[in-house]
T-cell receptor, first 116, second 114 residues
Framework: AQKITQTQPGMFVQEKEAVTLDCTYDTSDPSYGLFWYKQPSSGEMIFLIY??????QNATEGRYSLNFQKARKSANLVISASQLGDSAMYFC?????????????FGAGTRLAVHP | DVKVTQSSRYLVKRTGEKVFLECVQD?????MFWYRQDPGLGLRLIYF???????EKGDIPEGYSVSREKKERFSLILESASTNQTSMYLC?????????????FGPGTRLTVT
């Protein structure tokens, strides 16, 4: 069963506008965490933001915020004031404890294009 | 500054060849991971290691093996490369601290098997 679902293979946004990248997850573990990573065309994975399942407030990091809706099992990434350099692949991932070890389960990714 | 390096950015090998992908981290992390990335599938875990000489299978270990003789180095081995192993391979490391869940990634190796 797919644990992390990113339903948007591709998105585009105008420079300086906000964009929301969707992520839904499935787990029966009460303790989990959700990550967003950015992968530019150069290939490296860049950590953006983390939300723990027990965190009371939505995580924010500069222009990035995570819209965490626990009951709906969604963890959407919101990028405010998009910049051309935001064009990249974005991956949602969930930390899951399996066999005594923390592992990351990744979604298929969303390719974001920022247009001038 | 944290750093994970991979031995090659691009690699072309022939079917049946033995292939070694090397990963080195300088953060003294206990955990190291190998993923492969394919379009539409995201990243899938091949193997991981939580200590020297220790390894655990991930979700897609078939056709791969790993070696961790030193804490800073984690090698992925394709014993007999096949065309369906053409992919992007990403190495990552993380600490075992109580709240240290973030994984730090290398730049990736794009492997083509012909």
């Amino acid at each position: 069963a797919q644990k992390i679902t990113q339903t948007q293979p591709g998105m585009f946004v105008q420079e300086k506008e906000a964009v929301t990248l969707d992520c839904t997850y499935d787990t029966s573990d009460p303790s989990y965490g959700l990550f967003w990573y950015k992968q530019p065309s150069s290939g490296e994975m860049i950590f953006l933001i983390y939300q723990g399942s027990y965190d009371q407030q939505n995580a924010t990091e500069g222009r990035y915020s995570l819209n965490f809706q626990k009951a709906r099992k969604s963890a959407n990434l919101v990028i405010s004031a998009s910049q051309l350099g935001d064009s990249a692949m974005y991956f949602c991932a969930m930390r899951e404890l399996r066999g005594g070890y923390n592992k990351l389960i990744f979604g298929a990714g969303t390719r974001l294009a920022v247009h001038p | 500054d944290v750093k994970v390096t991979q031995s090659s950015r691009y690699l072309v090998k022939r079917t049946g060849e033995k292939v070694f992908l090397e990963c080195v981290q300088d953060m003294d992390h206990e955990n190291m991971f190998w993923y492969r990335q394919d379009p539409g599938l995201g990243l899938r875990l091949i193997y991981f290691s939580y200590d020297v000489k220790m390894k655990e299978k991930g979700d897609i270990p078939e056709g791969y093996s790993v070696s961790r003789e030193k804490k800073e180095r984690f090698s992925l081995i394709l014993e007999s490369a096949s065309t369906n192993q053409t992919s992007m391979y990403l190495c990552a490391s993380s600490s075992q601290g109580a709240n240290s869940y973030e994984q730090y990634f290398g730049p990736g190796t794009r492997l083509t098997v012909t």
